[in-house]
């Protein structure tokens, strides 16, 4: 059993930038982050192999936003840059036993929120 932790979130304005964290008790392998929007279903924003060697990324958020990984810690990062308002949504921390470019999840954290003014 995986349990995970978010934190970092909160509220920035447009142009701004948030990292969030999660730090992982038990065995982890691929870790991502998802979101979900206000209304919207989940979806999700980026994907990071055990290693760290492998990463994926929507297509909404590469360029600004980089997942990486620390395993000494059991903690995966989400550096987000360049926030825009569209980025709000509560994002979620997911560990899974898939390989990363198939981007399923088996264990969820409890999500933090993001909020980004405009």
């Known amino acids: 059993q995986v349990q995970l932790v978010e934190s970092g979130g909160g509220l920035v304005q447009a142009g701004g930038s948030l990292r969030l964290s999660c730090v992982a008790s038990g065995r982890t392998h691929t870790m991502g982050w998802l979101r979900q929007p206000p209304g919207k279903e989940r979806e999700f924003v980026a994907g990071?192999?055990?290693?760290?060697?492998?990463?994926n990324y929507a297509d909404s958020v590469k360029g600004r936003f980089t997942i990486s990984r620390d395993n000494d810690k059991n903690t995966v990062y989400l550096q987000m840059d360049s926030l825009k308002p569209e980025d709000t949504a509560v994002y979620y921390c997911?560990?899974?036993?898939?390989?990363?470019?198939?981007?399923?999840?088996?264990?969820w954290g409890q999500g933090t929120q993001v909020t980004v003014s405009s």
């Open positions: 997911a560990a899974g036993r898939s390989a990363v470019w198939n981007k399923v999840y088996d264990y």
């Open positions: 990071i192999s055990w290693s760290g060697g492998s990463s």
